[in-house]
């Protein structure tokens, strides 16, 4: 097996910002699995939940370290794969690009797209979010305008846990309100940017205002309050930045009520599979989340989205140069198309 690997750097057409920052923009790894005259593709997307970060420069070591060491594997030979790359400790977002790189392969391999391989059914994936990152409330109707005039909006995700406080939430809330479509869905991240009792007068505020779920609002660090924030909140808690893979499901699963799952998190297609399946045994509901990932990695999301109960794969959409295309939306649903493995293809003047 042939393995090569290629930086590319991508530019949000709006930056995002959140509690812990802005970002504008990333360099991401294109890796590519060549046997049989197949090349199945992934993608590896630097990211930081606050507590962990991932950057591209210790990705792509890990990333060499796997080629060289994968050089006598077979795509087929998964499991002996996910032994050795788990073997070696590498980070979770090089574990998702050889991964899904494998996924792509074995669709390839056998002629058909991932989702019809894994027997799933189009017409259950919903439609996926919008994001509007925290700024001034002119900012962010602004923001919103530009993603209804850009595509079908069914559903938005409203970025807060400003440091300037739950005021200027409120305000900023406040102001899109009236500019939502119709009938979306609309849902609350505050990336772990409110203390207990912000979260609870937040929770109350928000739910009298139509919001569906509410997620990360307390830090990671805070992870010993989600029981208290669990029986007293009229919201969902949904969590993100503490939950990982299958192993953390279970240890917080009586105290929220869903997970956000993301590729670079979780390691793959492979372990989003097992998250599905351990959270559906904890009765829990199910996300699909993005960092700042390119049509490759929400391609390969949207090719399980089926088994979701709420998307937000929108980053490639707020990209100025997205070198990729998979996935296409339909009535605000990513929808994989009929071609196979995951279906991508590269711009031509990428």
């Given at each position: 097996?042939?393995?090569?690997?290629?930086?590319?750097?991508?530019?949000?057409?709006?930056?995002?910002?959140?509690?812990?920052?802005?970002?504008?923009?990333?360099?991401?790894?294109?890796?590519?699995?060549?046997?049989?005259?197949?090349?199945?593709?992934?993608?590896?997307?630097?990211?930081?939940?606050?507590?962990?970060?991932?950057?591209?420069?210790?990705?792509?070591?890990?990333?060499?370290?796997?080629?060289?060491?994968?050089?006598?594997?077979?795509?087929?030979?998964?499991?002996?794969?996910?032994?050795?790359?788990?073997?070696?400790?590498?980070?979770?977002?090089?574990?998702?690009?050889?991964?899904?790189?494998?996924?792509?392969?074995?669709?390839?391999?056998?002629?058909?797209?991932?989702?019809?391989?894994?027997?799933?059914?189009?017409?259950?994936?919903?439609?996926?979010?919008?994001?509007?990152?925290?700024?001034?409330?002119?900012?962010?109707?602004?923001?919103?305008?530009?993603?209804?005039?850009?595509?079908?909006?069914?559903?938005?995700?409203?970025?807060?846990?400003?440091?300037?406080?739950?005021?200027?939430?409120?305000?900023?809330?406040?102001?899109?309100?009236?500019?939502?479509?119709?009938?979306?869905?609309?849902?609350?991240?505050?990336?772990?940017?409110?203390?207990?009792?912000?979260?609870?007068?937040?929770?109350?505020?928000?739910?009298?205002?139509?919001?569906?779920?509410?997620?990360?609002p307390l830090s990671v660090a805070?992870?010993?309050?989600?029981?208290?924030?669990?029986?007293?909140?009229?919201?969902?808690?949904?969590?993100?930045?503490?939950?990982?893979?299958?192993?953390?499901?279970?240890?917080?699963?009586?105290?929220?009520?869903?997970?956000?799952?993301?590729?670079?998190?979780?390691?793959?297609?492979?372990?989003?599979?097992?998250?599905?399946?351990?959270?559906?045994?904890?009765?829990?509901?199910?996300?699909?989340?993005?960092?700042?990932?390119?049509?490759?990695?929400?391609?390969?999301?949207?090719?399980?989205?089926?088994?979701?109960?709420?998307?937000?794969?929108?980053?490639?959409?707020?990209?100025?140069?997205?070198?990729?295309?998979?996935?296409?939306?339909?009535?605000?649903?990513?929808?994989?198309?009929?071609?196979?493995?995951?279906?991508?293809?590269?711009?031509?003047e990428a």
């Amino acid at each position: 097996m042939k393995i090569e690997l290629e930086r590319f750097t991508v530019h949000k057409r709006v930056a995002l910002t959140i509690s812990r920052g802005t970002k504008a923009g990333s360099t991401n790894l294109w890796v590519k699995f060549q046997a049989d005259g197949i090349e199945g593709w992934g993608e590896a997307s630097p990211f930081s939940t606050g507590a962990q970060i991932q950057t591209t420069e210790q990705i792509e070591h890990d990333l060499q370290r796997l080629a060289s060491a994968l050089v006598h594997y077979h795509p087929l030979q998964r499991q002996a794969i996910e032994g050795l790359v788990s073997e070696m400790d590498v980070v979770s977002a090089a574990r998702a690009a050889v991964d899904v790189a494998l996924h792509d392969w074995l669709g390839k391999h056998v002629g058909l797209p991932l989702w019809q391989l894994l027997g799933l059914d189009l017409s259950r994936i919903g439609p996926t979010a919008v994001t509007v990152g925290i700024s001034s409330p002119a900012d962010a109707v602004d923001r919103l305008k530009k993603w209804c005039a850009q595509q079908q909006v069914a559903s938005v995700k409203v970025k807060l846990g400003a440091p300037a406080g739950i005021d200027a939430d409120k305000a900023m809330f406040e102001a899109l309100r009236a500019h939502i479509p119709p009938g979306a869905k609309v849902s609350i991240d505050a990336n772990g940017g409110w203390t207990l009792s912000d979260s609870l007068e937040m929770a109350h505020w928000l739910a009298a205002r139509g919001v569906v779920y509410l997620e990360q609002p307390l830090s990671v660090a805070d992870d010993g309050l989600l029981p208290e924030l669990f029986a007293r909140s009229p919201l969902p808690i949904f969590i993100d930045e503490s939950c990982f893979t299958s192993a953390d499901i279970h240890r917080l699963a009586h105290c929220v009520h869903g997970v956000n799952i993301k590729l670079m998190k979780a390691g793959g297609l492979s372990e989003v599979q097992r998250m599905i399946h351990t959270a559906s045994a904890c009765g829990l509901q199910v996300m699909f989340g993005c960092y700042s990932d390119s049509a490759i990695s929400n391609t390969a999301l949207a090719h399980l989205s089926s088994l979701a109960h709420h998307l937000d794969l929108d980053s490639h959409f707020n990209l100025k140069d997205d070198p990729f295309t998979g996935a296409q939306l339909k009535d605000g649903a990513l929808i994989p198309n009929h071609r196979p493995g995951l279906g991508l293809s590269r711009h031509a003047e990428a």
